[in-house]
């Protein structure tokens, strides 16, 4: 699955710019708080309006302080997977049932230096994963490798049966990153800078998907 992240996208001109990446598995929609990250992007209201111009599943994720209050909301409005930071999150499970209970798809994210262990338990309530492969706040950042190494480890949970999640990766996938991002057991990668900055952005999805999936066994 790729997620085009909008956060790339001229802002101007959003309802176009997510007419340009039909055809993708998940739209990923980056808020922030300028608290939780140094950046501020935007919020509920604007998810409300992108809801209303595609069908395209809305991956909501949110880099912002207090989820408890917030993600709630994007559930409610229809998003398809909301994602929560653990870095944030102070009652993650309580987050994770209230977003399953509106209907929406629960997601667990952890920063690159952020261990995964200390949440093994708490994921089997999340039914995603997001990995970050580069500080959350901007996008057109340099891959960071080392994360592949909790992938690796919850890919091996997976396959064992002691977890059941989508592994999603976020931060520098491109040509370049996708494949070993894909090796180690990715399900569904975003990209921003590397969809929109192409002249053709629907092309660049299809184009990571066929090299995602040529990569790795267990994408096909
Ligand atoms: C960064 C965001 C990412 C960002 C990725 O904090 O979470 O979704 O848009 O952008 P690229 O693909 O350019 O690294
Ligand atoms: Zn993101």
Redesign the pocket.
């Known amino acids: 699955m790729i997620a085009p992240?909008i956060?790339?996208a001229d802002f101007a001109r959003l309802a176009d710019e997510v007419a340009a990446v039909a055809g993708s598995d998940w739209l990923?929609v980056?808020v922030m708080d300028a608290h939780f990250v140094p950046n501020l992007t935007l919020g509920l209201p604007i998810v409300e309006a992108l809801l209303k111009v595609t069908d395209i599943p809305m991956d909501c994720?949110l880099?912002i302080e207090n989820p408890e209050r917030w993600a709630i909301g994007y559930a409610e409005a229809g998003a398809h997977n909301v994602t929560v930071h653990a870095e944030a999150a102070r009652e993650p499970v309580r987050i994770a049932r209230d977003l399953r209970a509106a209907g929406a798809k629960a997601g667990l994210s952890v920063k690159p230096d952020t261990p995964l262990e200390p949440y093994l338990e708490v994921l089997r309530e999340f039914d995603t994963l997001l990995v970050m492969s580069?500080e959350?706040?901007?996008?057109?950042?340099k891959f960071i490798a080392h994360v592949l190494d909790k992938v690796r480890m919850v890919r091996t949970m997976i396959d064992t049966g002691h977890l059941n999640l989508l592994v999603e990766i976020?931060?520098?996938?491109n040509a370049d990153t996708i494949e070993q991002a894909a090796e180690a057991g990715v399900d569904c990668f975003?990209?921003?800078?590397?969809v929109y900055s192409a002249a053709d952005p629907a092309m660049a999805v299809r184009a990571l998907r066929t090299q995602a999936a040529n990569a790795a066994h267990h994408l096909t």
Request: charged share 10%; hydrophobic share 35%; aromatic share 4%.
């Open positions: 992240s956060l790339s990923h980056d994720h880099m580069v959350p706040g901007f996008g057109g950042q976020d931060g520098g996938i975003v990209a921003g800078s590397a």
